[in-house]
């Protein structure tokens, strides 16, 4: 963690974070007061952040909710965060920090994209802690830039307009995702993670640069070149169809 004397801007900054994701949560009634609230944490920069500023929030006489931490190591891929620096942080911000050792079975997988393989493995080992310790709510770490990467996606490779809610009921309603950070890009959640000094993961995934995500977020990028508000455009686009100018 950063220790040095802030500068007005950073200041700033870790105001603007906080006062989005609480705008969010207001918004789009994420979170309700007395909610048990479970954050998956993978250890980059966008979940420190959301479990930073619920730890923060959730102090709100308007929220006053609960709140663990959960982080899933898929033993067989790769990839790994400083498990050690995710237990101080949860110490710090007083949040109990639970780790769960999984194995995703990469081997078996067939034809099967393996962050498919990895990413369905992980998030059936949250919806069943989630489920096993009472959380009706799952906090993930998708910002704005995520959202708008999905929808390309899912136009160029699926033919349908959709993206990640910011709230999403599953399984009749036994667990809600939410996502705190959509309102915030991907240059806001960096920029926060920079001023606070968070840890980088010590091991990056090695199929990271083989994903069509990666395609779209290069794609998001050349369109922030030609404007640089293009995620926030793309973005309020999707609640904003003029369905008379659609074939």
Same mark, same amino acid.
């Given at each position: 963690?950063?220790?040095?004397?802030?500068?007005?801007?950073?200041?700033?900054? /870790?105001?603007?974070?906080?006062?989005?994701?609480?705008?969010?949560?207001?918004?789009?009634?994420?979170?309700?007061?007395?909610?048990?609230?479970?954050?998956?944490?993978?250890?980059?920069?966008?979940?420190?952040?959301?479990?930073?500023?619920? &730890?923060?929030?959730?102090?709100?006489?308007?929220?006053?909710?609960?709140?663990?931490?959960?982080?899933?190591?898929?033993?067989?891929?790769?990839?790994? !965060?400083?498990?050690? &620096? %995710?237990?101080?942080?949860?110490?710090? %911000?007083?949040?109990?920090?639970?780790?769960?050792? /999984?194995?995703?079975?990469?081997?078996?997988?067939?034809?099967? &994209?393996?962050?498919?393989?990895?990413?369905?493995?992980?998030?059936? !080992?949250?919806?069943?802690?989630?489920?096993?310790?009472?959380?009706?709510?799952?906090?993930?770490?998708?910002?704005?830039?995520?959202?708008?990467?999905? %929808?390309?996606?899912?136009? !160029?490779?699926?033919?349908?307009?959709?993206?990640?809610?910011?709230?999403?009921?599953?399984?009749?309603?036994?667990?809600? %995702? /939410?996502?705190?950070?959509?309102?915030?890009?991907?240059?806001?959640?960096?920029?926060?993670?920079?001023?606070?000094?968070?840890?980088?993961?010590?091991?990056?995934?090695?199929?990271?640069?083989?994903?069509?995500?990666?395609? !779209?977020?290069?794609?998001?990028?050349?369109?922030?070149? /030609?404007?640089?508000? &293009?995620?926030?455009?793309?973005?309020?686009?999707?609640?904003?169809?003029?369905?008379?100018?659609?074939?």
């Amino acid at each position: 963690m950063n220790t040095k004397k802030l500068s007005q801007y950073q200041k700033r900054h /870790i105001e603007y974070v906080n006062n989005k994701v609480a705008k969010s949560i207001v918004d789009n009634s994420l979170i309700y007061k007395g909610d048990k609230v479970l954050v998956a944490v993978s250890g980059g920069k966008d979940s420190l952040v959301l479990l930073e500023t619920l &730890a923060i929030l959730r102090q709100y006489d308007f929220l006053d909710f609960t709140l663990e931490a959960i982080h899933i190591d898929v033993e067989d891929v790769a990839y790994s !965060a400083d498990i050690k &620096a %995710l237990k101080s942080m949860g110490k710090r %911000l007083n949040v109990k920090m639970n780790i769960l050792g /999984i194995e995703s079975n990469m081997e078996d997988r067939g034809k099967k &994209a393996p962050c498919f393989v990895c990413s369905w493995h992980r998030r059936k !080992a949250l919806f069943t802690f989630a489920d096993e310790h009472g959380f009706k709510k799952l906090a993930l770490g998708h910002h704005m830039d995520d959202a708008v990467e999905t %929808l390309l996606i899912n136009m !160029a490779y699926h033919g349908n307009i959709s993206s990640l809610p910011a709230k999403l009921s599953m399984f009749e309603g036994v667990i809600n %995702l /939410i996502r705190p950070l959509i309102l915030l890009t991907n240059k806001d959640t960096q920029e926060y993670a920079n001023i606070k000094g968070f840890p980088k993961q010590t091991v990056t995934c090695p199929f990271e640069d083989i994903t069509k995500r990666t395609t !779209a977020r290069n794609i998001l990028e050349q369109l922030k070149a /030609i404007n640089p508000k &293009a995620s926030q455009s793309i973005f309020r686009s999707m609640g904003n169809i003029d369905l008379d100018y659609l074939p």
